[in-house]
């Protein structure tokens, strides 16, 4: 029995775990290798040249590495700041305050999610549109100024974060809200009877006890946001002047149209190693003991 | 709020929400019905005085799309059939059997959800191509047969299955792959169906892997297809096809959520809370 049970666990595990050494662990270890190594994308594997930390440091000396580098954590960065609140204040709003609207809406702000994002960045990009665009538009009668959007250097990145948010923030709304239903509901009640404003009730039980939701939203929207591609791909090509060269857009190009594999796997191994820290530093905060109940 | 001024606060809070998440849908799908002529206004014209329908014949005239339908359709049809079936298979060992090692291994198997696939595009390019798979269905499916979200999700369900039906199954003589099919499988239809949709989803909208491995355009997706589409007609007059091919490619999307909602957002939530 015991010894029968092991090897169904044997053969019942092969195929996923196979299938996930074969397609994701060897090719990590194998971006780490071929990092080290000059070898054009049009040569047969096998035929490269040790090159030691040659690719590391010519990227520490590129100009358009860098940029590529800070415009990834910035896109990352904007768009946490906006996704957080905006996730938070909606899934409160369809919790608690909308009643019998609540799952019109929650459909309505979750749709964008199940669209490819090539569609997304399209609608946008024409909504963008400094002239045949609707936003200018509408700017225009209320008063402010037309934009460039995605072609001025100052708006590109943060148009680029819009569409995002666009897209995504019902995903994250959906979790807070499968957060908030796990707050007992008499925690409220008995605030309520010691005299607790909303405000006060808000701060001292709803956000506390989402602390684990809100960590996991951090860590999911990091991963997402690090790997952003198709808009800039579809959209911006990385312009005006780099100001949305994206790391994930700049690996494509060394590799895909450059032909610098070893380049590449380096950028490759930069971007793996930025996500591990980013994930470890979150978890790392999910896990501290002063954290409380949840 | 109570009463009728509560309806009139709920009513523009809806409405403040609703407009932006609609507005785009709505831009989309009247620039659709618009001649070439009102597209090429500015400021731009918000209605077609006599909608047609002429863009989409369009499409189908300047993109392959029917066949990027039949494209996506095996492709993401067979990574999900792929997908559940590693899933399942590995969610039971990892919730039902116990080995040393076990609970390192499933850690193991849950980083490697981290991972996007840019991180390692290179590597996983030049060995589908090493198998002769570039420019085929299968170079597209074979890397993503397995993910550590569907074990995740299928094992947080089967370990809900109580022991003891197992246990009795095992005495009855059973084996495990017929317990598995039998017993456990059958309890977990919601799961099922929402890891089937996730995995449908996510990869009939992807774009990065099938633009790497699919070349020719009588092979491209969906998506793919509506890459190609922008880039034939980016003059601002043909922008209804543009707007036309769009809305086509979204629409299995937005109606598979519309029907199958409640098992979305069900298994969106359990990743959540019990994540």
């Given at each position: ?8 666990s ?30 054009s994308?049009?040569?047969?594997m096998g035929?490269?040249t ?8 010519e ?16 896109y ?9 609140p ?8 369809l ?6 609207a ?18 997304v ?81 808000t701060?001292?039980?709803?956000l ?10 951090v ?76 | ?85 590693t ?47 570039v420019?085929?269905?299968?170079g ?24 003891e ?30 890891l ?13 892997w ?7 355009p009588?092979?491209?997706?969906v ?7 922008v ?45």
């Open positions: 029995m015991r010894r029968s049970e092991r090897v169904w044997a053969i019942l595990l092969s195929p996923g775990l196979g299938m996930l050494l074969l397609f994701v662990v060897a090719p990590i270890v194998l971006t780490a290798w071929i990092s080290f190594h000059e070898w994308m049009f040569t047969p035929d490269w040790f090159v030691g930390i040659d690719n590391y440091r990227l520490s000396n590129s100009r358009t590495f860098r940029i590529a580098l800070r415009n990834t954590l910035l990352a960065g904007i768009s946490l700041v906006a996704i957080v905006l996730a938070l204040g909606l899934g409160m709003l919790f608690g305050g909308m009643g019998r609540s799952t019109a809406l929650r459909t309505i702000v979750f749709v964008p999610y199940m669209i490819p994002t090539i569609a960045a399209i609608i946008w990009g024409y909504l963008y549109s400094p002239l045949y665009g609707p936003l200018n538009q509408l700017l225009g009668f209320v008063g402010l100024p037309r934009q460039a959007w995605l072609g001025a250097v100052d708006t590109a990145m943060l148009s680029l974060v819009i569409l995002n948010v666009w897209q995504t923030i019902g995903y994250y709304t959906v979790l807070v809200i499968a957060g908030l239903t796990q707050i007992p509901f008499v925690y409220y009640e008995a605030a309520k009877i010691d005299g607790a404003s909303g405000f006060q009730r701060w001292h039980i709803t506390p006890l989402l602390r684990r939701t809100l960590l996991f939203v860590v999911i929207a990091v991963i997402n946001t690090v790997q952003v591609f198709e808009p800039v791909y579809v959209l911006t090509q990385g312009g005006p002047a780099n100001a949305t060269n994206v790391l994930s857009f700049q690996i494509y190009r060394t590799a895909f149209e450059f032909g610098l594999a070893g380049q590449a796997s380096a950028m490759a191994f930069v971007l793996f190693l930025v996500l591990v820290a980013a994930v470890l530093v979150v978890m790392r905060l999910l896990r501290d003991p002063a954290g409380g109940v949840v | 709020m109570r009463g009728p001024s509560g309806m009139v606060v709920r009513g523009v809070v809806f409405a403040f929400v609703a407009a932006p998440m609609l507005f785009p849908l709505f831009w989309m799908l009247a620039s659709s019905l618009k001649t070439p002529q009102e597209l090429q206004a500015s400021p731009p014209v918000w209605l077609p005085a006599a909608p047609n329908l002429d863009a989409f014949a369009r499409v189908f005239e300047v993109a392959p799309f029917a066949r990027a339908f039949l494209n996506s359709f095996t492709v993401a049809g067979g990574t999900t059939l792929g997908i559940l079936l899933s399942i298979m590995a969610g039971y060992v990892f919730a039902k059997h116990r080995f040393v090692g076990r609970d390192v291994l499933f850690h193991v198997v849950l980083a490697t959800m981290f991972l996007p696939p840019i991180v390692m595009l290179v590597p996983l390019f030049r060995i589908v191509e090493a198998l002769g798979l420019d085929t269905y299968a597209v499916i074979l890397p993503f047969l397995a993910n550590a979200f569907g074990i995740f999700l299928m094992r947080q369900f089967m370990a809900g299955i109580p022991d039906l197992i246990e009795s199954a095992r005495i009855d003589g059973a084996s495990e792959w017929t317990i598995l099919w039998r017993i456990v499988v059958p309890l977990l239809g919601p799961a099922v169906a929402a089937a949709i996730f995995a449908f989803v996510f990869h009939w909208n992807s774009f990065l099938p633009l790497t491995i699919l070349q020719s009588e092979m491209h997706t998506v793919l297809a509506l890459n190609r589409l880039s034939y007609t980016s003059a601002i007059r043909f922008q209804n096809v543009v707007m036309a091919g769009t809305a086509i490619a979204i629409v299995p999307n937005v109606i598979l959520f519309l029907l199958m909602q409640r098992t979305f957002i069900a298994g969106i939530s359990s990743t959540g809370v019990k994540g």
